[in-house]
């Protein structure tokens, strides 16, 4: 994975997990309105809100796995990694080249 795209996606997951934060203290700060739609509305929000955070979370290590899965694919098998992008880059080119 490129520089660029790596940055990417850790910009992504910060923002994402500052969103996250932002409204867990929005939470936080609307605490004292009291009634009980405000109560259940508020839970609901913190459940969701932790259950995104788990799921960012498994995301990111998913996204972990896959990167390093086809790091080390293109180390053992550099020649096949080669060709697959050139095969790649073949089949793209007559597309373009279609339109």
């Known amino acids: 994975m490129s ?8 910009k992504l997951l910060d923002d994402l997990r500052l969103v996250i934060s932002d409204a867990e203290e929005l939470l936080r700060m609307t605490a004292h309105q009291v009634g009980d739609d405000t109560a259940e509305l508020r839970h609901r929000i913190q459940s969701r809100l932790q259950d995104a955070g788990i799921e960012l979370d498994a995301l990111q ?4 796995a896959q990167v390093k899965a ?3 694919f293109v180390h053992e098998h550099p020649w096949k990694s ?3 992008a050139a095969a790649i880059g073949l089949v793209v080119g007559l597309l373009v080249a279609r339109r």
């Not at 290590?61 to 972990?64: I, K, L, Q, S, Y």
């Open 3 to 10: 520089e660029t795209t790596s940055a990417q996606r850790d």
């Open 61 to 64: 290590d998913a996204a972990t």
């Open 70 to 72: 086809a790091d080390e």
């Open 82 to 84: 080669i060709g697959i």
